[in-house]
């Protein structure tokens, strides 16, 4: 028992590297919610859009008029 047993706490190689790799993931996590973030932004718009269609859709199929009129009228053919 004559060597000295070494803690990894004291090493401070280690533990910059830890503190790096923590601060590593804490950041891809961060930019996978920034991400998500702008999907969702960017998926607001279709929902809009689709509610939209869909209405018209409606609107036209009350008129009397087949579906496949309806949807070609909805798309602006």
């Known amino acids: 028992m004559g060597k000295k047993s070494k803690k990894c ?9 830890w503190f ?3 601060a590593a993931g804490l950041g891809a996590k961060g930019l996978a919610a920034l991400a998500l973030v ?10 809009y859009q689709s509610k939209l269609f869909n209405a018209c859709v409606e609107e036209i199929k009350e008129i009397g008029n087949p579906i496949s009129d309806s949807v070609r009228f909805c798309n602006g053919g």
Request: charge should be positive; hydrophobic fraction near 40%; glycine fraction near 0%.
């Open 9 to 17: 706490s004291s090493d401070k190689s280690r533990r910059m590297l």
């Open 20 to 22: 790096a790799f923590s």
């Open 38 to 47: 702008a999907i969702s932004i960017k998926m607001h718009p279709l929902q």
